[in-house]
């Protein structure tokens, strides 16, 4: 495609599905071009929330990007609303197959025809959720870190999307001041989250068994690979429940992975422990954001 941003990108929004912590920072990045951004979630508190960080982090985050305009995220009541005239659509809602298999579904029903519909599943590859879609070509994996403060984007196709919708997405990714990898071929993890998967569910482990505790597992961490935050700070960010839907994913594939970052994580679960969002996991945090 000569120009993707101008020919679509720049005069037709684009639509997150979920107002978590990724869907919030993924509508943060895609505004930073001076385009229009929906926002949908059901619930109402969860997009104000959203849109009070991105609101607050944007004037900044456009400053970062070279050419950068503050564009506009706008929350939109229905999803048929937020669907409208989109040229993207990205889901970021919870780590449940059966849940984006059927948003999935509705998505190549209502979405405009030439969409591209993308998931921000961070252990489903997107071959595994599109069981009700007709229109398999225009489906693939964008797979986000954590923007603003880690930039790459690892992009999967779904074994039927179409190579000309991955190279002119990530043409777009690099204009909004994101760093897009694409894999060769579908991998459970992509990635990053392959190795990223590895590191964490022996720091679990090792405090599990007792060998130490979260705090010296990250200063040791920290100091020995040289990064600003150890494995057990990075999943408060994440979220526990997050990161358990993830392990469980991968116990489920592989069913040889140990059970005691599971057990673990569940018992924190239950006692409201999920990280920086719920103001406790690993840490304790003084107060709470997006």
């Known amino acids: 495609m000569a120009d993707f941003l101008k020919e679509k990108a720049s005069k037709r929004p684009a639509t997150i599905l979920g107002a978590g912590t990724m869907g919030s920072r993924i509508a943060l990045m895609l505004a930073t071009r001076g385009s229009t951004v929906r926002l949908f979630d059901k619930q109402a508190a969860s997009t104000q929330k959203a849109l009070a960080y991105i609101e607050k982090n944007l004037p900044s985050v456009v400053a970062s990007v070279q050419g950068g305009q503050s564009g506009h995220v706008v929350a939109a009541a229905t999803m048929e609303e ?5 040229w993207l ?20 029903q209502i979405a405009p025809a030439d969409a591209i519909l993308a998931t921000n599943s961070s252990s489903f590859p997107s071959s595994q959720i599109i069981g009700k879609v007709t229109r398999k070509n225009r489906v693939l994996n964008t797979h986000f870190m954590m923007p603003p403060e880690k930039r790459a984007v690892e992009l999967m196709s779904c074994g039927a999307t179409d190579p000309d919708i ?13 760093s897009p990898y694409s894999a060769r071929k ?9 190795i990223w998967a590895a590191i964490k569910r022996e720091a679990l482990c090792v405090a599990a068994e007792g060998v130490s505790d979260p705090e010296t597992i990250d200063r040791l961490y920290c100091e020995t690979q040289g990064t600003a935050a150890g494995p057990f700070r990075m999943m408060d960010q994440v979220g526990l429940d997050i990161v358990l839907q993830i392990e469980e994913h991968y116990a489920e594939a592989f069913p040889h992975l140990p059970e005691a970052p599971r057990i673990l994580l569940r018992k924190m679960i239950a006692e409201n422990r999920l990280g920086v969002k719920s103001g406790r996991g690993f840490y304790d945090y003084n107060e709470t954001v997006p």
């Open 82 to 86: 937020a669907l409208e005239d989109s």
């Open 166 to 178: 991955i190279e002119d997405l990530a043409r777009y990714f690099r204009e909004v001041g994101l």
């Open 89 to 108: 659509v990205i889901e970021a809602l919870p780590e449940k197959r059966d849940l984006k298999t059927d948003i999935f579904g509705q998505l190549d």
């Open 186 to 194: 579908e991998s459970l993890g992509f990635i990053e989250n392959r």
